[in-house]
Structures are given as structure tokens and as C-alpha cells.
């Protein structure tokens, strides 16, 4: 069974710039989730996709940051324009459902500048 | 709010020693709870979980937990570590009724050979 696959692995950019994540997450996986990992914390998640509904997304920064899940399998996490905070590693988890077992892609490093 | 503990930040430990590493939530209801580690760049991963049942739970790797109601905890354990548990664990609980997924902060385990 193939993993979460996440790209790219690593991003340096500016601040000010604009940077997209993609997510492909497990065959047949109805939720999906996008997290921010700070060193040193624990995962923050930033939205959570039942299909390709959202279910929360109380902790996006909405003024910079987007998400979709088109179709309701892969997701694409923006932010534009990005801080120096943003500055994080971004995971992306699936599960067949809500509160099942979570599988984490290998995560996004993101070093803004 | 609801919310997850860890208390133990960071835990170091000397190999064959026995581990205990807390975790408290905050929920009154029926809660699935789970473990999830972390090995030096590796993707995180489930180590047990516990949705009903035997409140005693044994996962990978000779870790068990044992869900305390009444104390509404989770606590992980392993009776002699090996250099290899070095990781970060993470624990996380999913209230009923709700699309809730909540991790702690996380505990850093070192273990010296």
C-alpha cells in the first residue's frame, strides 16, 4: 500500500513570496488533513477535509493562507505571501475516517527568509 | 477548550530502564486516544490506539498504555527501553461526536546506550 506522498520535501523562499504543497493522500482515505509542525511542538492542524468538504478550519490563517482538495483525493496548501513565522514543517495526514488512525506523508520544511 | 497534555517535555533515560510517559485530555465523553511517534527523520506513526475495550493496550515494539477513565489518561509505558526508542511521542485524542483531532505537544525521549 503506498503513503502519503507529499512535494516538494524542502522550500526556501522569501518573505512576501508565494508557496503551494501538494498532498496525495492514501487510496480510498476520506479525511484529509494539512498540519503545521513548529520545532519543538507538537502537530498544528490547519484543515481537515472530509472528502472534499471542510470540516475545520479554525486555525487557518485565512488571510494568507488557502487549501482545496479537488475531487475530493489530492489537496494543495497555499500561503501568499508568506512570513518569516510560517517557517515550519507541513505535514499532511489521511484516514479512512475522522477519528481512525492517521497516516503522515513525510512532510514539506519550509525556511522563509 | 479541549485539550491534550504532556507534562514530560523531555524525558533521558539509560537503556533497560522502564518508561512512563504521561498524557491527560480534557473531555468528558467517549474519546478514541492514541500514541503516535516520531523517529529521527522519519514520518510520524502510529505506536497503539485505543477506541473500546481492554483498557490495557499494547502496541508496537513492546509499548503498552492503559486508558484510565477517571483520570481521564492515557499514559505510555515500556518496561526496558533500548537506544532505538529515541523519538518524540506524541499522544492524541479524537472526541466523539466531534471531527476533533487533538495532539499533544509531544515528549522527546532520549535514550543513552
Known amino acids: 500500500e503506498a503513503g502519503v506522498a507529499q512535494s516538494p520535501r524542502y522550500k526556501i523562499i522569501e518573505k512576501r513570496q508565494s508557496v503551494a504543497f501538494w498532498c496525495n493522500p492514501i487510496?480510498?482515505?476520506?479525511?484529509l488533513y494539512w498540519y503545521q509542525q513548529i520545532l519543538g511542538q507538537g502537530p498544528k492542524l490547519l484543515i481537515q477535509?472530509?472528502?472534499?468538504?471542510?470540516?475545520?478550519d479554525s486555525q487557518l490563517p485565512k488571510d494568507r493562507f488557502s487549501a482545496e482538495r479537488l475531487k475530493g483525493v489530492d489537496s494543495t496548501l497555499k500561503i501568499q505571501p508568506a512570513k518569516l513565522e510560517d517557517s515550519a514543517v507541513y505535514l499532511c495526514?489521511?484516514?479512512?475516517?475522522?477519528?481512525?488512525?492517521?497516516?503522515f506523508g513525510p512532510g514539506t520544511r519550509l525556511t522563509v527568509t | 477548550a479541549q485539550s491534550v497534555s504532556q507534562h514530560n517535555h523531555h524525558v533521558i533515560l539509560s537503556e533497560a530502564a522502564s518508561l512512563e510517559l504521561g498524557c491527560n485530555y480534557s473531555?468528558?465523553?467517549?474519546?478514541?486516544l492514541f500514541w503516535y511517534v516520531q523517529y529521527p527523520g522519519q514520518h510520524l506513526q502510529l505506536l497503539l490506539k485505543?477506541?473500546?475495550?481492554?483498557?490495557l493496550v499494547k502496541g508496537i515494539k513492546g509499548f503498552e498504555a492503559e486508558f484510565i477513565k477517571s483520570k481521564f489518561s492515557f499514559n505510555l509505558r515500556k518496561p526496558s527501553v533500548q537506544w532505538s526508542d529515541t523519538a518524540e511521542y506524541f499522544c492524541?485524542?479524537?472526541?466523539?461526536?466531534?471531527?476533533?483531532?487533538?495532539f499533544g505537544t509531544g515528549t522527546r525521549l532520549k535514550v543513552l546506550a
Open positions: 485505543y477506541f473500546s475495550g481492554d483498557p
Open positions: 487510496s480510498g482515505h476520506a479525511t
Open positions: 473531555y468528558g465523553g467517549t474519546v478514541n
Open positions: 495526514a489521511s484516514s479512512l475516517g475522522s477519528r481512525d488512525e492517521q497516516y
Open positions: 477535509f472530509q472528502n472534499n468538504g471542510v470540516v475545520d
Open positions: 492524541a485524542v479524537t472526541p466523539l461526536g466531534t471531527y476533533k483531532y487533538i
